[in-house]
């Protein structure tokens, strides 16, 4: 054999090996594509047929009986979210803060690892964390109790993010607060936290779209509640919960209706909020990049 | 510098106090930062030794031993084993890892490397997507759409020679620790394909224009400069989607069928350690019942800590092999 023809041969078959990994590639990317499309038909399709503008401010009904809206769960994560919110921003930042700007030595170190870890529990885990601590402690279930689990799910996301927009403060902007003569908190008002905000408010947004579809953190803390309540120290429903309920009484066309409805709102409120925070997060990259 | 940085006339009296408060800002932060951050830890802190108290005393019913290698779990006769869980917590995730990882390797590669960025941007973030769906509607439209698909296929399989290998046996009746694989497989198939087109993304161009310029074809490129640079990176997104799919509670609880029991079949229904914790905890009124709960909630703690420090250590590991072959 010349060669020619083996090296023909031999370039003919890795020509026929790279099709092959494309093929294959391309079958992967379909397949990967797949799911996305069955769940979202699946939330439309189902979900529009117990969906109204009606169902998201009516109050819940009997779980086996028709009708009835979510306007509990709706209030219960608008005040559990923004409760665990209130809660993460705080610490979240003053983590960041003291990890990247007051870099105090193992103790930042000890602090960093501390909520690395809680961003790797899982979350039920959690759910039993705040159950021991704080259902335990005060005799009842309550949405503070739930407010305090979700706070833990979003304290290492803000954490992280403030984190890395702090670490990504211009050196030239530090500098120049120092040659200034300003104080630390001035320099941290008027300059950093400007700067840096509109990378907190990403990972904000990122932080509540993770906590709105959280289920299982709120199972043994908030409990849930077919009433619309208020009151904080209440246990109280939430979309996820509510979503849940209804899901677990699969027997019935009624519930199983309302969960598919109650799985669209909440499936929508979630992408908002995720397309919002990749959106903001590309875009202070972008701006970060540039300056 | 004292009359840059305030609009206070240094000369009057009132103008030396507020400098004077202006000084106490820097100390007042550094404190309120310290103290937020060390309540955040000691609250951490609190919560752990809390939990795991609150779970040691199942040790006054059973031991230690009996507990995490008891392969029997009935509430009723105040019987309470961990190794049912553990078993169908590792089997389905590692059901989940077999399907996910080939596919979002290959839709990572699909998109980096073959499609153009204007198409492959778009196709990224919607796989990506998959990532924000809540479990709870993961988990419902896993008993309601996917069960009903994949039960004829686990029959199928079952009933064919295939069948009398005792993993693939019958019966099949929908629920089990492998619909709850393919679930988890959707749910981490986004985590790990994200990590890996960051890892292969991050491949330096260099390297990969000089295997072109000899002559190598695309696949060989990629087999023989993006996949070794990127290994570190894609290992630790399979880990991460690892963790993920070990602690994955409300979409399992749907789908794997929920019997405490330990069948050799992937195509039997079984449960995972975060699923019975969700499923019995609150109707658990048998004596030490939710004791044994929470500490199923504490070995599935340890399991995925472990799976965590496994990958910092494995990743860490990948990262000095690499740095060593750039020195190369």
Known sequence: MSAETLLRRTSAGRGRTDRIVFALCLIAGAIALVPLAAVLYYLLAEGLKAWSPSFLISKPGGITTKGGGIVNAIIGTLEMTGLGLVIAVPFGVAVALYVVEYRAGRMAII??????????IPSIVIGLFVYSLVVLTMGHFSGLAGAIALSLVMLPIIAR???EM????????????????MPRWRALFAIYLPTVAAGIMTGIVLAVSRAVGETAPLLFTALGSNFVVTDITQPMSALPLYMFQNAQNIGFPAARERAWAAGLTLVAIVLIFNVLGRWLASRTQIRLLQR | MTASTAPVEPTSPGGLVRRRRLSMGDPVLAWGVRILSWAALAAVVVMLIDTALNSAKILQHESILDFLFGTVWAPASTIYGAVPFIYGTVVSSVIALIFAVPLALGASLLVNEYLPARIGGPVAYAIELLAAIPSVVYGFWGILVLVPVLRPIQ??????????????????????????????????????????????????????EGALALGATHWETIRHVVLPFARGGIFAGIILGLSRAI???IAVLFVIGNQPQIHASIFSP?????AVIAGEFKEANQPFHPEALIALGVVLFVLSFAVNVAARYVVSGFEARAGGADVR
Do not use: N, W
């Not at chain 2, 709850?180 to 985590?191: H, N, S």
């Not at chain 2, 079984?270 to 975060?274: A, H, R």
């Open chain 2, 270 to 274: 079984g449960y995972s350690l975060p």
């Open chain 1, 161 to 163: 993010t403030s984190e």
């Open chain 1, 166 to 181: 702090f670490k990504i403060i211009p050196r030239r902007l530090r500098e120049g607060t120092m040659a200034l003569g």
């Open chain 2, 247 to 249: 602690g994955e509670t």
């Open chain 1, 111 to 120: 602090v960093r690892t501390a909520v690395d870890l809680v961003a790797g």
């Open chain 2, 155 to 208: 029959l199928a399989i079952s009933e064919s020679p295939l069948g009398t290998i005792p993993i693939f046996g019958g019966p099949a009746p929908g629920p089990s620790y492998f619909a709850a694989g393919i679930v988890l497989a959707v749910m981490i198939l986004p985590i790990i394909t994200s990590v890996a087109r960051d890892a292969i993304r991050a491949t330096p161009r260099l390297q990969r």
